[in-house]
């Protein structure tokens, strides 16, 4: 019998279902992780080697700049090449939002806080990425919010974003165009989750998480897995974004290990290490590392204990797929809670390599 799906802290709002290309979004499909390129979007092959590596570090959608027609002209080839779905992001011409929809991008992100006269344009909008079999993402977000939200409440408060998401969907719905996702984001998480709260009660449109300009990597990393953490345990959020200032693949990291921790995606290389104290007796952070950096490339699913001395250290090396309980120089390598042997500290790390790449490749490493 196949083992039942691990826990999780809450079933999935039910959202409407939509598609980005290939990809599914909503609560019928798993939660899908996206970047945004850095290149220029004019440089075709630096995009699409970018594109490459994220989709290579499990970005399922990836999103692209499109601020001038040079940038449109660059889509068609970026999409059409492009391993995993396109999006182009729209901030203030509207007719660039065709020319992504010609460009044959799967997805279009209007921020309509940032067109003028956006209310006029849906329609047109609408019918054309209906015809083209296009989603739409609705991005709301705190800096770029509508000028008379802002004159309302005075700053961009949870509610004023989900009056503006609000608002906006409401115009496409009345157009009739039903398959979009929306977004409510802000760089504070409490504004942000509150937003987010308020939004999934109001419609059943499919969400897009992400806590806007959440700053470097640290600040950021911290910042989005409270926010996304937070709403992900109610079942809210169908696909995410963690906005970092640094490279792009950092960001489908923390978002891969985010919805990971949560049982949301499938857990791969998984270290339980210690944070060693006085009773330490080898140095941990440096085992930890090493098999943290040699254990990288594996795709099984594998928990590996690297535990600092005998409290705890054979108690979670015996329940993890593979482990050290380390002590007096010396660690006990536990392989499926059997000690199969044990070896000086300075082989500990040659180790558990070696074992691991050998468990790895029964369970069908490739
Ligand atoms: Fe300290 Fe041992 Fe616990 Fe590590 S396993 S934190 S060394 S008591």
Redesign the pocket.
């Known amino acids: 019998m196949p083992a039942p799906p691990p826990p999780v802290l809450a079933p999935r709002r039910k959202t409407r279902q939509i598609k980005v290309g290939s990809v599914g979004v909503g609560s019928d499909s798993p939660i899908s992780i996206q970047s945004m390129t850095t290149t220029p979007t004019t440089d075709i092959n630096a995009t699409l080697q970018q594109i490459a590596e994220l989709a290579t570090a499990g970005c399922d959608i990836v999103r692209v700049a499109c601020p001038s027609a040079d940038d449109a002209e660059a889509l068609p080839i970026i999409a059409k090449k492009s391993p995993i779905p396109v999006i182009a992001d729209i901030h203030f011409q509207p007719r660039y939002v065709y020319a992504a929809i010609d460009a044959g991008c799967a997805a279009v992100r209007v921020n309509p806080g940032n067109i003028r006269k956006f209310d006029d344009q849906v329609k047109e909008i609408s019918k054309a990425a209906a015809d083209a079999g296009v989603s739409i993402r609705i991005g709301v977000n705190a800096g770029s919010l509508d000028k008379r939200l802002l004159d309302k409440y005075g700053k961009p408060t949870a509610e004023a974003l989900v009056e503006s998401a609000v608002w906006e969907a409401s115009l496409f719905e009345e157009h009739d165009f039903h398959d979009f996702k929306i977004s409510v984001k802000h760089h504070d998480p409490v504004v942000m989750v509150k937003a987010y709260e308020m939004l999934a009660e109001r419609g059943d449109w499919p969400l897009h998480l992400g806590v806007t300009e959440a700053g470097p990597a640290f600040q950021g990393t911290i910042k989005s897995a409270t926010a996304f953490g937070a709403l992900l345990a109610k079942g809210i959020g169908d696909t995410i974004r963690v906005s970092l200032s640094a490279p792009p693949v950092e960001e489908i990291k923390v978002g891969t290990q985010i919805l990971q921790s949560l049982n949301l995606r499938p857990r791969k290389l998984e270290i339980v290490s210690?944070?060693?104290?006085?009773?330490?007796?080898v140095d941990?952070y440096t085992l930890a590392d090493e098999v943290t950096e040699g254990l990288k490339h594996l795709t099984v699913p594998l928990r590996v204990a690297v535990?600092?001395?005998?409290?705890?250290?054979p108690g979670?090396a015996r329940e993890a797929d593979l482990g050290v309980?380390?002590g007096n120089g010396k660690g006990q390598i536990f392989v499926k809670g059997e000690v199969i042997k044990t070896v000086p500290e300075e082989l500990i790390v040659e180790t558990l390599l070696a074992e691991a790449n050998r468990i790895a490749d029964e369970m069908g490493e490739n």
């Open positions: 210690c944070p060693s104290c006085g009773r330490a007796q941990v535990m600092g001395c005998i409290v705890n250290g979670e309980a380390s």
